[in-house]
């Protein structure tokens, strides 16, 4: 299907005025409205000729990570697909792609809504959430910019082919590391159970493991650091970790690149007293509102401490999108959030809010710091993070966790990798007598293989000298990231066994 003019727009406000023009490559959807406005709807009714007759299969995206439920699937006319989607005939595990035609639908990144599809036999519809929180958006006299929507159509290429290609078009200023990142996080051995004195052996074990490597790796202090683990204010007043500020010198005294996690809105202690209850969320008090400028300023504020005058080289900024709407993307895969609440700032959508805090972020870390984006719309944050957690948490402890979520987000989101940032499909997490070493080398193999950054949460004292061996190379590749891991029965097999590594086809057998 070639991209053109909807046949027929609606919006949920009288009088408002929804408008399409041409732009090169693109279709430019503007939105102007007197009365609060909530969604509005573009449809394609196909012709004849568009209309596919053949057996096909459809992939959707998903609105922030991968929770083990990405998928080829067939026609659910009733299904929304956030942001892009995907429509192909054949299989990729048939090597041979003629005949094949993947058709590919979505809209450029950072858009001023939060968008879905829907694909029927004969229509194909976008959904534009240009709610603020759950209530309609008071536009006033500006007019919005709602998406550019962009479709593509590839014949005689893998569908894995067609969408790597897609996503390409999807951002015209993608952020990407200047070089390779790869490392040790403490999280999934740890658990938020640590201390100074650990972080430093974690720091000692990575430099070991990747002696010799001018790309040094980092070592990412992940949750537990802060007094309250998940919640504010970010000041470092936990006296199991001392100062940070030369934690993180002393971090960088072994070898290794100091990095640090934190959840900006969060506020579920209570500690954070120094702003107004105006900047808390009206959906629930807990969360600080984004809208608000003052929580903008403590934001960038935070950003400049860890950065600027602690010394860490990465941030890892954590839970904003759960913070903002209330639900995981697989607790409300039609709409992110309920109806009901308003931002403190009625005249702004959800996605640009989102967008404004993303875009504070990077603008107040310290030159050459890696913002490292999780739990984020992944089309929203483009542009303003190096690296995107893809999926959800892997695991130390439970295989059918990393099996789920690892394997299946490597798989269904590499497109994203390179085309907004480079993509991290999480851990591999090594706990002494927890995941067989078997396993987890399978996930090591695959993960260092694919190109991607790859971090280990390795508890000391865990492997043998002999495996250790094996993680050192896996880490030397790491390091480098010049690999590439395409999946083959992806379109048959949520979690593919078969792989193209660098050209060649390896198996894996990921039960327990």
């Not at 107004?276 to 509102?289: A, F």
């Not at 960038?300 to 990465?314: F, H, K, N, P």
Request: charged content about 25%; overall charge negative; glycine content about 8%.
């Amino acid at each position: 299907m070639k991209l053109r003019k909807p046949d027929a727009v609606y919006v949920d406000a009288p009088g408002a005025r929804l408008e399409t023009e041409d732009r090169e490559g693109c279709l430019r959807v503007t939105l102007s409205s007197d009365a609060a406005v909530s969604l509005a709807r573009l449809v394609w009714e196909l012709t004849p000729e568009e209309v596919r007759t053949e057996p096909v299969r459809v992939f959707s995206d998903c609105w922030e990570r991968g929770y083990g439920d990405l998928q080829w699937s067939g026609i659910l006319p009733y299904r929304q697909m956030p942001w892009a989607f995907a429509v192909s005939n054949g299989s990729d595990s048939d090597p041979d792609v003629s005949g094949r035609r993947t058709e590919c639908f979505g809209v450029k990144v950072r858009p001023g809504a939060l968008c879905a599809w829907q694909y029927e036999p004969r229509r194909v519809t976008l959904n534009l959430d240009v709610r603020n929180g759950g209530r309609g958006v008071e536009l006033g006299k500006r007019t919005l910019n709602v998406c550019d929507v962009v479709f593509g159509e590839y014949r005689d290429e893998s569908a894995f082919s067609a969408l790597k290609r897609f996503y390409r078009l999807l951002c015209d200023d993608p952020l990407l590391p200047p070089k390779p990142v790869y490392g040790s996080n403490n999280w999934y051995y740890a658990y938020g159970k640590s201390d100074r004195r650990q972080i430093l052996t974690d720091a000692r074990l990575i430099s070991r493991l990747c002696e010799g490597s001018e790309n040094r790796p980092f070592m990412v202090i992940d949750a537990g650091w802060n007094r309250h683990w998940g919640s504010g204010p970010w000041l470092g007043n936990n006296p199991d970790y001392g100062d940070m500020k030369s934690l993180a010198s002393e971090i960088a005294a072994t070898g290794a690149i100091p990095g640090l996690w934190v959840r900006y809105l969060s506020d579920e202690e209570g500690d954070i007293r120094d702003l107004p209850d105006e900047c808390r969320l009206e959906r629930n008090r807990k969360y600080l509102d984004p809208s608000h400028p003052e929580v903008i300023r403590s934001v960038r504020s935070t950003t400049r401490r860890i950065s600027a005058e602690w010394g860490y080289r990465l941030i890892k900024h954590d839970f904003s999108c759960f913070d903002v709407c209330g639900y995981w993307d697989f607790q409300r895969p039609d709409r992110l959030t309920d109806d009901g609440w308003g931002f403190y700032d009625p005249t702004r959508t959800t996605a640009e809010i989102m967008v404004d805090l993303y875009r504070a972020i990077y603008a107040s870390a310290a030159p050459g710091t890696i913002i490292l984006a999780c739990n984020v719309p992944g089309f929203l944050t483009a542009g303003l993070a190096h690296i995107n957690r893809a999926g959800d948490d892997t695991s130390g402890k439970d295989w059918a966790r990393t099996r789920r979520m690892g394997v299946n987000t490597l798989a269904f989101r590499a497109m994203c990798d390179g085309a907004f940032y480079k993509a991290d499909y999480d851990c591999v997490g090594i706990i002494r007598e927890r995941i067989p070493w078997e396993l987890n080398a399978k996930w090591l193999a695959l993960l260092s293989g694919s190109g991607t950054p790859l971090f280990l949460s390795l508890q000391p004292g865990a492997l043998s000298e002999e495996q250790l061996d094996i993680v050192s190379q896996a880490l030397a590749r790491g390091a480098r990231q010049t690999d590439t891991a395409v999946p083959l029965d992806w379109m048959e097999n949520c979690c593919p066994e078969r792989w193209l590594i660098n050209g060649q086809e390896q198996s894996f057998d990921w039960r327990d």
